[in-house]
């Protein structure tokens, strides 16, 4: 398995505020991407990341930031946190991102936007 | 566009049951097919995959096999356990997406002792 960790695990915030989490992976993967999870919606991808400071936007990126300075870091910004944002967050690794590869999941960060 | 089709859960079965879930895909080219797996608390976990027409994957027990005529990857297991319940995630990538995953809704699964 690969070594994923994200943090925090749990947060509560007020509306407006900014707020960070962090992905974390020992495993050297170059692609690095952001989920969020809803009931009725599956996974969704926010953003992704194929290299140090190369990111792109997924389909549901609006009000969301993203950057990689290391290989082993991601970081999701909420820009101004809204309720609609009160979600699950994943964050996944894979070696190359190419589409016959297993991506690698960490344990999730749960959000609650008051 | 793309899309990936899964029926609705919660799906309760007894132990030793035979289980189905079904998976259906939409997609322009000739996709990768993923089962993933969410246990309780956790992050998912590929549960098996098939990345062309007629391959069967498998794990665990479970096993699914990519039926191109049928656009299907259905998910099957010959006697569940109280262990296997969790939520379960049908996937598809493909290189006309960018190599990008699209995830079904996902069926979650109670299996009683």
């Known amino acids: 398995d690969a070594g994923i960790t994200q943090s925090p695990r749990h947060k509560v915030t007020e509306t407006g505020t900014p707020v960070t989490l962090r992905c974390h992976q020992t495993?050297?993967?170059?692609?690095m991407y952001w989920y969020r999870q809803d009931p009725g919606h599956g996974l969704r991808l926010i953003h992704y990341?194929?290299?140090?400071?190369?990111?792109d936007k997924g389909e549901v990126s609006d009000g969301y930031s993203v950057s990689r300075s290391k290989t082993e870091d991601f970081l999701l910004t909420l820009e101004s946190a809204t309720s609609s944002q009160t979600s699950v967050y994943f964050c996944?690794?894979?070696?190359?991102?190419?589409?016959?590869?297993?991506?690698?999941f960490g344990p999730g960060t749960r959000l609650l936007v008051l | 566009g793309d899309s990936v089709t899964q029926m609705e859960g919660p799906v309760t079965l007894s132990e030793e049951a035979f289980l189905t879930i079904n998976c259906t895909y939409t997609?322009?080219?000739?996709?990768?097919l993923f089962w993933y797996v969410q246990y309780p608390g956790e992050g998912l976990q590929l549960l098996l995959k098939?990345?062309?027409?007629?391959d069967k994957g498998s794990n665990k027990g479970f096993e699914a096999t990519y039926r191109k005529e049928t656009t299907s990857f259905h998910l099957e297991k010959g006697s569940v356990q109280v262990s296997d319940s969790a939520v379960y995630f049908c996937?598809?990538?493909?290189?006309?997406?960018?190599?990008?995953?699209?995830f079904g809704k996902g069926t979650r699964l109670h299996i009683l002792p």
């Open positions: 996944a690794t894979a070696p190359t991102g190419t589409f016959q590869e297993t991506q690698y």
């Open positions: 990341s194929y290299g140090v400071k190369d990111t």
């Open positions: 098939a990345t062309k027409a007629d």
């Open positions: 495993e050297n993967h170059r692609y």
């Open positions: 997609a322009t080219g000739y996709p990768s």
């Open positions: 996937a598809s990538a493909d290189v006309n997406r960018d190599d990008k995953i699209i």
